[in-house]
């Protein structure tokens, strides 16, 4: 169980929640980082009195600085800064809530610290899955999910000791904002259309993913990578109601599924308290008036962006981090309005076509598939 946490991207959506299941356990905090929100990184540092803050943005980090001087609160700022707060040696946790590819170095040096991963930042492991995999086993670090699909998955795989007797997981997909719509009516939808999702409230990117299913897709390659299954045994399942989290499908074809309420504070809190479980702030989940639960598949035609992703889960070698680094600027491009939602899935598809899939990568490899995805999208 952790006892001291260092949380990168400590203002964001899982930041936040992250720093009330702290609060709440009775949990230290070692670090919180953030991009430039220094107003809000300020009130963090005064509340949880962490050993060290960080801005990576520096003038951010210069501000923070002085806002600061009146506590024992070291402030750094940058990439270092960032490095530094993933290795500071009193956190035998890190929680990575960073969003996107920025993500991977920290997550490497906390790993070769051998601390425990809360790993939230998916792009991560969609672009580097195997690499960050095996340094985890190298250093002895564990790598616990708090994307709550996987966390179920984790949950219903426990006490499994073969996982030859897993016949497939099922990934839960609430379909987002636009379930049911035809591409001509996805269209004209815009940026405000696309951040309003029906069950959960989370950061700006990672909710457009949801509206366009990339998100399912990514979530597709994570598991993949995570649980060493083949792209062919992992299933998405349409599930509006985002109750059942996801599924695991045994060989004598019984399935175990975890529920709760749609509250990420459940599988943040697992991440640090596994193998235990102790009370906390997630919502109850009221069985008698959840109503009825539904099931369905989804919409490949139409949402495009979850079938470039299953074929890039295919393809393995760097066709992730093609994939992932084509839709962080597409998906950057439509939060800026300056492209429409339709043509996110266009970009990444276009990227995937002009971008050479290198098999077997080191992570040279993959910084350069990153780079040359978002410039082909540009
Ligand atoms: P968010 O946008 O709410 O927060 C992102 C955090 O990262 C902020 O603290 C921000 O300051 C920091 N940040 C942003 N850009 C940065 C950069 N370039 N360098 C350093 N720090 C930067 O995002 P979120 O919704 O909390 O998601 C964070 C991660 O967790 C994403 O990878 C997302 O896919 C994953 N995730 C989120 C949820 C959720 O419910 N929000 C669920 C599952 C997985
Ligand atoms: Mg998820």
Known sequence: MSKCISILGSTGSIGRQSLEVIAACGMEVAALTANSSVEKLEAQARQFNPKLAVMTDERAAADLKVRLADTQ???????????????????????????????LRPTLAAIREGKRIGLANKETLVCAGPLVLEEAKDYGAQIIPVDSEHSALFQCLEGNRDRGEVKRLILTCSG???????????QGMTREDALRHPNWSMGAKITVDSATLMN?????IEAMHLYHMPPEKISVVIHRESIIHSLVEYCDNAMLAQLGAPDMRLPIQYALTWPKRVPGPAQELDLWNCGPLTFGAPDLKTFR?????????????????VLNGANEEAVAQFLAGKIGFLDIAGKV??????????????????LEADRAAREAVR
């Open 305 to 321: 962006c979850l079938d470039l992703a299953l074929r890039a889960a295919q393809e393995g070698g760097t066709a992730g981090a």
């Open 73 to 103: 609160v070291k402030v750094a700022g940058g990439m270092d800064g960032l490095l530094e707060a993933a290795a500071i040696p009193q956190a035998d946790t890190v929680i990575t809530a960073v969003v996107g590819m920025v993500g």
């Open 349 to 366: 598809e276009g990227a995937m076509e002009q971008v050479t899939v290198v098999q077997n990568p080191g992570i040279g490899d993959i």
């Open 216 to 220: 399912k897709g990514l979530e597709v």
């Open 176 to 186: 987002g904002p636009f379930y049911g719509k035809t591409a001509a009516e996805l």
